[in-house]
């Protein structure tokens, strides 16, 4: 059974720094387009992030440059370090596999406040 599971969530405050980690089982990663999802309480899933299977990046604009998206293909891991974190970057963050088939995890929640 395919996994894709979240960790690294949590609370931190405004201009703090948090790192999200997605390990993916049972699935050919390395072909993989891996990307990072939020969703806010009110508010429809929309993309962050998204590295494709060669390794190419995008981002959504609200958070160019702040956050980074990585992948290690030997560790079937995808990545999220984000930076300078404000309060509209609280949601729940998805983690998605996309080739083939597509496949979510079950989300990490992030929570940025003083």
């Known amino acids: 059974q395919v996994q894709v599971v979240e960790s690294g969530g949590g609370l931190v405050q405004p201009g703090g720094s948090l790192r999200l980690s997605c390990a993916a089982s049972?699935?050919?990663?390395?072909?993989?387009?891996m990307s990072w999802y939020r969703q806010a309480p009110g508010k429809q899933r929309e993309l962050v992030a998204i590295i494709t299977s060669s390794g190419n990046t995008n981002y959504a604009d609200s958070v160019k440059g702040r956050f980074t998206i990585s992948r290690d293909n030997a560790k079937n891991a995808v990545y999220l370090q984000m930076n300078s974190l404000k309060p509209e970057d609280t949601a729940v963050y998805y983690c998605?596999?996309?080739?083939?088939?597509?496949?979510w995890g079950q989300g990490t929640q992030v929570t940025v406040s003083s």
């Open positions: 998605n596999a996309h080739w083939v088939n597509n496949y």
């Open positions: 049972r699935i050919s990663f390395p072909a993989y387009d």
